[in-house]
């Protein structure tokens, strides 16, 4: 038997059920969350600070604990802070705990290269501030976005109460521009038990965090 363990934000109430469902065919995995203070979403500094490395480390240290396979920090803030940031942080917690690392927006990333995408659609639930960082950040990397649909949410619960109708329209909305892969970049919106069947339905990959990170760990548990 092998556990994953995940660093989870504090106020997210989609991650966990739709974790579950993605694991349920995996009888050879458990799945145990740590969870850090998390609970807006902006521009500001304050916001910010959420991600810092101590409240991370802190969690990370208590998955340790329970003797985890993997750790994954299933949030998407280095995708507006920089993707490095998750470097650091994966280097820091194997540092500390001894356990191997990873992240849902590391995994993004690596899907995207997989897919050889070079232009992409974006949807989020976050203002214009955090968009305008993840399109910098995306474009710094040489990757495109070229259509981008968001909510201006800042309160990190009510991104969870989203419905998933409104998610697929946006990400329907996004393949207007014909992008080579659709992110719902955040893992508080349901984007997971659609995106599947609307990449067939669109002929384009649409990438949700909280599947992506999660499959992408099943790989490398299963590998390791």
């Given at each position: 038997?092998?556990?994953?363990?995940?660093?989870?934000?504090?106020?997210?109430?989609?991650?966990?059920?739709?974790?579950?469902?993605?694991?349920?065919?995996?009888?050879?995995?458990?799945?145990?969350v740590?969870?850090?203070?998390?609970?807006?979403?902006?521009?500001?500094d304050?916001?910010?600070?959420?991600?810092?490395?101590?409240?991370?480390?802190?969690?990370?240290?208590?998955?340790?604990?329970?003797?985890?396979?993997?750790?994954?920090?299933?949030?998407t803030?280095?995708?507006?802070?920089?993707?490095?940031?998750?470097?650091?942080?994966?280097?820091?917690?194997?540092?500390q705990?001894g356990i191997?690392?990873?992240?849902?927006?590391?995994?993004?990333?690596?899907?995207?290269?997989?897919?050889?995408a070079?232009?992409?659609?974006?949807?989020?639930?976050?203002?214009?501030?955090?968009?305008?960082?993840?399109?910098?950040?995306?474009?710094?990397?040489?990757?495109?976005?070229?259509?981008?649909?968001?909510?201006?949410?800042?309160?990190n619960?009510?991104?969870?109460?989203?419905?998933?109708?409104?998610?697929?329209?946006?990400?329907?909305?996004?393949?207007?521009?014909?992008?080579?892969?659709?992110?719902?970049m955040?893992?508080?919106?349901?984007?997971?038990?659609?995106?599947?069947?609307?990449?067939?339905?669109?002929?384009?990959?649409v990438?949700?965090?909280?599947?992506?990170?999660?499959?992408?760990?099943?790989d490398?548990?299963?590998?390791?």
């Amino acid at each position: 038997m092998k556990r994953l363990g995940m660093l989870v934000p504090s106020s997210n109430t989609v991650l966990e059920p739709e974790t579950a469902k993605i694991l349920a065919p995996h009888d050879w995995l458990t799945c145990h969350v740590s969870r850090l203070p998390v609970v807006t979403i902006s521009a500001e500094d304050g916001s910010r600070g959420q991600f810092d490395l101590p409240p991370v480390l802190a969690a990370a240290k208590l998955l340790a604990d329970a003797r985890v396979d993997l750790i994954l920090w299933n949030g998407t803030a280095a995708s507006w802070l920089g993707f490095d940031r998750d470097r650091t942080l994966t280097e820091a917690i194997e540092a500390q705990t001894g356990i191997p690392a990873t992240t849902a927006v590391i995994a993004i990333n690596e899907r995207l290269a997989q897919l050889g995408a070079r232009r992409i659609g974006l949807v989020s639930p976050y203002v214009e501030a955090i968009e305008s960082d993840i399109v910098r950040n995306y474009g710094a990397a040489g990757t495109e976005v070229v259509a981008a649909e968001r909510l201006d949410i800042t309160d990190n619960m009510a991104f969870g109460l989203v419905p998933a109708a409104q998610v697929a329209a946006m990400v329907r909305a996004a393949a207007q521009a014909r992008p080579d892969a659709i992110v719902v970049m955040c893992t508080n919106l349901s984007g997971a038990s659609f995106a599947e069947t609307l990449s067939t339905d669109l002929g384009i990959p649409v990438l949700d965090s909280v599947r992506v990170a999660v499959e992408h760990c099943v790989d490398r548990l299963r590998a390791g």
